[in-house]
């Protein structure tokens, strides 16, 4: 067994027709990534908070989560002088890829929506850059 530091948080949605308002994620600290979320009913968040063992609940977890990995950020200048002003939502994926393949090396991987977003994009010496943030697990 591995002991981690992490936190839960618990939330209650409201709104119509919602058989599990309940929400409990569990997060690992060091990575900053939820890897597990339980969703109860009133009644099972009720009885498991006055002591009633194995209360039912829907059970989601992420088995690719980084739990226990070191999350490292950086932020790259990408030139994208050559890149169309507007590029169609549908092509958007394949764009990214040509334009980050080069700096995703050693486990980085970009923000691809950085690259479109024009709040994130400076120009200088006529070229046209996008900040673009990336982060690894290590």
Sequence with gaps: MKNLKGHISISRTSGHNITHPIRIEIIDDISGSTFAIAELTLE???????????????LQYYEDAPVGKTREIKKEQIDITEMNIYIKPKDQEKTAKIFLTPYEI???KGD???LFNHHKQ???DNKTFANV???RYI
Excluded at 44 to 58: F, H, P, R, V
């Design 44 to 58: 099972n968040y009720a009885e498991a908070i006055t002591g009633l063992a194995y209360a039912d609940c829907n």
């Design 106 to 108: 050693d486990g980085w």
């Design 112 to 114: 691809a929506s950085d």
């Design 122 to 124: 400076s120009r200088k």
């Design 133 to 135: 943030m990336f982060v």
